[in-house]
């Protein structure tokens, strides 16, 4: 069965009563703020602790990311030389004039199978070697 109007307007007078009797109850109004707080402190420490979770996995990740590129590195120059003032010629095999200059310095038989990689670097400018 409906409610008629005045049932409705009562209805509504008794909430409203309600309402501003708990607003205006300062117990009240202290229980909900700390249950408020309480509940967003608990979701500020879950964040903190997720995030300080993934900031641990992170730095281990980026230590183990550069112990490995240094490895690397390493392993890279490890065997390799940088020969300074070499003229550049056209048409040259860069490959025959280094174990050239190298033979000619040491002095040595060294072989083009002792060579990994040969190149020149950078750009070649007129008038420097």
């Known amino acids: 069965m409906p409610y008629t109007r005045d049932q409705k307007n ?8 309600t309402i501003c009797a708990l607003v205006n109850d300062e ?3 202290q229980k909900i703020t700390e249950r408020m707080w309480t509940k967003f402190e608990q979701k500020i420490e879950d964040k903190y602790q997720e995030i300080q979770h993934k900031t641990s996995v992170l730095q ?4 183990k990311l550069r112990e490995d590129l240094d490895r690397l590195e390493q392993y890279t120059r490890r065997n390799s030389i940088r020969i300074f003032g070499v003229k550049q010629e056209e048409n040259e095999n860069v490959l025959e004039k280094v174990i050239a200059t190298l033979n000619n310095v040491w002095k040595d038989n060294i072989k083009d ?16 070697p």
Request: glycine share 6%; proline share 3%; with cysteine.
């Open 27 to 29: 117990s009240f109004l």
């Open 10 to 17: 009562e209805i509504t007078d008794i909430i409203q009563e």
């Open 60 to 63: 281990e990740e980026n230590e």
């Open 113 to 128: 199978c002792f060579v990994d990689r040969c190149h020149r670097v950078g750009r070649q400018i007129p008038g420097k």
